[in-house]
């Protein structure tokens, strides 16, 4: 808080209200301050990095150099030890600033109290940030501890709270040779998808199809064209000529002379044969599949219920007779 904010927040006369703005300065002042704290760690984090690398880079070149150089192995030997000193001058920093960050005040802990009962609407908001959660998680949690149950193939995580509870979670463990591999079905159909579709609108479709990869994400046009990459699968390139091979249903449907729905309906009923990889997806047609006498026979009845549309029965009642 600046000083022109501070003599804001004295200003004032002493009527009602002036302790519920001097408290809310002070909030606004612990903000500000903790977000300071984050940002001085955010930075000393990425100092740490950068000299964690210098001293990997460092002992690389003393290893790769001629142990018969004496005088090179002394050099880069003395700048490894300096970047090794380096880093842990920044990791002394780190701790320093994190035993020096300030105990919770009691209107900080009646704040947290309050929200302890938010805390999963808090951290599912799409307004919190990342800093936030961090923040949440430095405030709950004081350490985790990972073990491995060889007897049950599971990994143990006990998590201690900061007020003394634990939790333990298990996580089952990865077996060797084991790996998370997209569903064969979802293979399938990119593999057909493919004959009328780039790899944008798969990934689209994929998506509207609720399938997601064999890492749990959402797929998208890299890891469509990663899919097909690894499972050799050609992407979808339109034919020079424009006379495509493989067609969707509306330009199926153009082809035949139908409309869209006749030609879905066939499908459907098997007199024509068409695939459809997805529920909530596009059909395929081989258009020489179009030529066919049974989809012609399609074709044709479409065309004779066109020109001769369905009329009432002569001797139907009517169910409204005139009264004139």
Known sequence: MTRAQARRCHRGSPAAGS????????????????????????????????????ADRAFRQFDAADPANRLVAAELETRWNRALKQAADVEARIAMHDDTAPGPSSLAALDATRLAGNLRAIWAASTTDARLK?????????????????????????????GGAHTEIRLPKRRRGQRNSTAPETIAAVRHLALIASDDLIAGILIRNSL??????????????????????????????????????????????????????????GVVEGNHPLSDGPWLFRRSELATPQAQQVAEQAKRKAKHPARPHPDQKNLFPSTT
């Open 19 to 54: 302790r519920t703005r001097r408290h809310r300065c002070r909030r606004r002042s612990r903000g500000a301050a903790a977000d300071r704290r984050d940002q001085v760690r955010e930075a000393l984090l990425r100092d740490l990095e950068a000299a964690r690398y210098h």
């Open 134 to 162: 961090k923040r949440i998680v430095r405030a709950v949690i004081h350490e985790v501890v990972a073990d491995v149950d060889d007897g049950a193939s599971e990994i143990v995580l006990l998590i201690h709270w900061i």
């Open 212 to 269: 997601l990869t064999g890492h749990g994400n959402r797929w998208t046009r890299e890891r469509v064209t990663a899919l097909r990459s690894h499972h050799r699968i050609p992407v979808f390139r339109p034919a020079p000529d424009g006379i495509e091979p493989w067609l969707n249903l509306t330009d199926a449907a153009r082809l035949l002379g139908v409309s869209p729905k006749t030609l879905r309906i066939a499908a459907e009923a």
